[in-house]
């Protein structure tokens, strides 16, 4: 099983996190490349089972909340009939940004998995472990073998 995590980070709070989640898909027997949208092993992307897509938050609270830079990240290889796994770091509410995210994979083709936010930055913050985890497992959960 092969996982590639793409990410780009405006502050370095997603990058520490697609760091934070490759350990954790290693640790559960994944082979795992991390990679800046803009620096991919192009290789090791088209051959991977799970294509794990992070952004963060851009725009004002809730209202025009979305994926930050789209527009990078339509610079990956085609995603058609991939399946991926999309997060976004937030610091207020990921609602919108992870529904535009999914919208934005949907339209390219993909297979999308699994979809979380986290709270990285901002008052009021907590231990994303547990969500981490919760990620990683709904994300491998199709590559297990079904429980007769």
């Known amino acids: 099983m092969k996982t590639a995590i793409l990410y780009q980070s405006l502050r370095g709070g997603t ?3 697609a760091h934070s989640l490759a350990e954790d898909f290693h640790r559960k027997g994944s082979a795992v490349g991390v990679y800046p949208i803009t620096e991919i092993d192009a290789q090791f992307v088209l051959t991977a089972d799970l294509l794990v897509i992070g952004t963060w938050t851009d725009g004002l609270f809730g209202l025009g909340a979305r994926p930050a830079q789209l527009n990078k990240i339509n610079t990956l290889p085609d995603i058609t009939h991939r399946n991926v796994a999309l997060f976004v ?10 529904k535009g995210f999914s919208e934005w994979a949907n339209r390219r083709g993909a297979s999308v998995v699994a979809t979380h936010g986290f709270k990285v930055r901002g008052p009021f913050r907590k231990d994303i472990g547990a969500d981490m985890a919760s990620f990683v497992d709904d994300a491998l959960s199709q590559f297990l073998p079904a429980q007769a």
Do not use: G, R
């Open 15 to 17: 990058k520490k996190l």
């Open 89 to 98: 770091t937030y610091e207020i509410s990921p609602d919108n940004s992870l």
